[in-house]
């Protein structure tokens, strides 16, 4: 008699000694609390379902957003109405353009960044280039998103607009090629939202993980769970250096006129 026979047997003998009928009966509700009976009392194995039920913690409710409204628990960047949440890189008033519900690179103003740091974020942010196409290549409608003022997905015009793979739109900048194109086309708004790690640094300086990126593209996957090999550079691949465990989210000012709405995050927090 193998081992599982036995235990079988077991616990039926054991189910039986308990007064638990085990008999088959025509009768449909008697076959379901025997079936249940058995749930309770356990496997073969003596596992139980309850066994592997986790009741803590219990998520936090989050209200989601209709119609490109934010989720509850968002961090609202940018809502349309002011740059209140973002500076210029030297800490002075961010130098774009407000109007329409957008925000608009005034090419020569800068980079901007927002004032608060992140780690870890879920990041939703829309965005357009110019639709009276000028220029190619990597002068048309460039900018870009960088988390931690650092790691960038590529805001590009690639909407029939070849360049290299890894500098185009939904690029991780020199790192890692969009999985597809799921570009609109110039004029258009476009969505990415991703999901963002940051890496994690040793007290002594040295990485114990790579940031990672998971981007979709107007609701198309386009980085899949992708690591960073170090900050996105457009000359070689440095690596990794220790920086802290937040910092600010910057929008590039690449001199091309592109804009950008409804941009929100949230902190992931682990359990
Ligand atoms: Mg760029």
């Known amino acids: 008699m193998t081992g599982r026979v036995a235990g079988v047997v077991l616990l039926l003998a054991t189910l039986q000694a308990m007064g638990i009928g085990c008999s088959r009966s ?24 309850e066994d592997t039920e986790a009741w803590e913690p219990v998520p936090p409710v989050v209200v989601p957003g209709r119609n490109g409204v934010p989720p509850s ?15 210029a890189e030297d800490g ?3 130098g774009w353009r407000v109007g329409g519900g957008a925000m ?27 639709a009276e196409v000028s220029g190619e290549g990597q002068g048309r409608g460039n ?19 070849r360049t290299y793979s890894n500098g185009q739109a939904g690029a991780i900048y020199k790192q890692h090629i969009p999985l597809v194109n799921a570009s609109r086309a110039p004029g258009e708004w476009q969505v990415y939202d991703v999901v963002f790690t940051a890496p994690r640094f040793a007290a002594d300086g040295t990485l114990v993980s790579p940031a990672s990126m998971t981007v979709f593209h ?48 949230r902190e992931i927090s682990a359990w």
């Open 26 to 49: 025509p009768d449909g509700e008697d076959a379901a609390t025997d079936a249940s009976a058995l749930a309770d009392a356990g496997d073969e194995s003596g596992q139980r379902p």
């Open 73 to 87: 628990d968002a961090i609202v960047l940018f809502d349309g109405s002011d740059l209140s949440a973002w500076s």
């Open 92 to 94: 002075s008033a961010a």
């Open 104 to 130: 608009t690179v005034v090419p020569g103003a800068g980079n901007i960044r927002t004032r608060q740091g992140f780690g870890d974020v879920q990041l939703h942010i829309e965005w357009r280039t110019p």
């Open 143 to 161: 900018s870009g998103v960088y988390f931690m003022e650092r790691y960038e997905i590529q805001i590009l015009d690639s909407y029939d607009n």
């Open 218 to 265: 107007n609701g198309v996957l386009i980085q899949n769970h992708v690591e960073l090999r170090g900050p996105t550079s457009y000359i070689g691949e440095p690596p990794y250096e220790v920086h802290a465990d937040r910092a600010p989210l910057l929008l590039q000012d690449h001199g091309n006129a592109v804009s950008y709405r409804n941009i929100w995050v």
